[in-house]
């Protein structure tokens, strides 16, 4: 049969495999697509987990109450916001006056002190996250503060003690830790970060339709491991950088300041832990892929 129209494909040409360029440009695509989705999903993951979330801020700040240089100046925080609102008798105005710089230095040595940190952290997380409108307190709308007031109140219980007088403790002690655009970044963490879902399933649809799309699945997996890779090391990077920042701009005071920088280096450390995670999956995803491509070139030999 040579007379077959020359226009006419031959129906041999006409296999799968003409197609094989299209379906290993979409499979690209859509993993490219999955590596950008995993980059910002976990994120926003863990910005929920541990930002958000007041017993995941709770446990990631709450180490921040043992640094020496921190504890000393939080003390001194709150005797000073004690003090400046006493209006003690005579007799007993120096003694108390004693009993408070005592206080500053040993406050954090006293076993109800773990527990009146913790009651700050939940406070300030309230007043951050919680819903400011409802929390009666404007400065908190604008601005980022702690609220040291279980602080004052625990050097305020010791005081009486020691006196036998009533102390009149305020319900809040605020110290500011940032202005109203930190006040903005942070309203705008707690309405995304956890919609991380979103991203978080598109990027495994995505890598699921790449998986399907490809005639060789071990280069799929090769190449994810290595995108999954490439976002660990820009994760490293910003977490590097984020924590070489100090306080970015934060802290309005002192003791914010230094809570600020605290924070930051708590949670470049913490993530750290996240991009560790990443790292291993990039290298089971690796070597899958060439586990996959060693096997698929052998069955290409043996049905040769």
Known sequence: ??????????????????????????????????????????????????????????????????????????????????????NLPAPVEQ?????LKDAATAMTTWPEYPQAWNETLRRSHKLTFAGNAGSGNPAAATSLVLD???????????????????????????????????????DAIAAYAPMWWIPGLG???????????????????????LGLAAVAALWQVAATVLKGAGDVGLGGTATGGLFARQLVAAAADHFAGWITI??????????LGLLGVMFARRAGRARG
């Open 95 to 99: 003694a108390a006056s004693s009993l």
């Open 1 to 86: 049969m040579t007379d077959i129209h020359p226009s006419l494909p031959r129906l041999d040409r006409c296999t799968p495999n003409s197609r094989n360029p299209l379906r290993s440009f979409i499979s690209a695509i859509a993993v490219i697509f999955a590596l950008l989705l995993t980059g910002i999903a976990v994120p926003m993951a863990w910005a929920d987990a541990n930002i958000v979330r007041e017993d995941g801020f709770v446990a990631l700040t709450s180490p921040i109450g043992k640094d020496q240089a921190f504890q000393a100046r939080l003390a001194a925080t709150a005797v000073a916001s004690l003090e400046s609102k006493l």
């Open 148 to 186: 040291v007031g279980p602080l004052v109140k625990l050097a305020a219980d010791r005081l009486h003690t020691a006196t036998g007088l009533p102390i009149a403790t305020p319900d809040s002690a605020l110290v500011n830790i940032g202005g109203p655009a930190q006040r903005q970044q942070v």
């Open 203 to 225: 990027a495994v649809l995505l890598f699921a339709l790449g998986l399907l799309a490809a005639k060789r699945r071990g280069v799929v997996f090769l190449f994810a491991g």
């Open 278 to 287: 990443a790292w291993i999956a990039a290298g089971v995803l690796v070597l």
